[in-house]
């Protein structure tokens, strides 16, 4: 699973061809052992995050939803995916 931004602890990563568990477009979210899934408008779909850090990824998800769209078309279609500037 290719990562494509890390920030203030939080691994971010998209699976290629990954449309069957969810449909809908999406990425995983790593922190302390915990894992979510977030849509592209950065709402759990599934899993367990600590609220803070949703909070962050939400916040990236919104300021690069763009990017992050290209890089679900890329990931369905087994092309390679490119990283996201971090938040700061």
Known sequence: MPTLSVFLGILIKMNWGDTGQHKRPHFHAFYGGEEAVFGLDGEIISGKFPKKQSAFV??????????????????????????IDPLR
């Open 58 to 83: 939400k916040a990236w998800a919104l300021m690069h939803e763009d990017e992050l769209v290209e890089n679900w078309n890329r990931a369905v279609n087994s092309e390679e995916t490119f990283g």
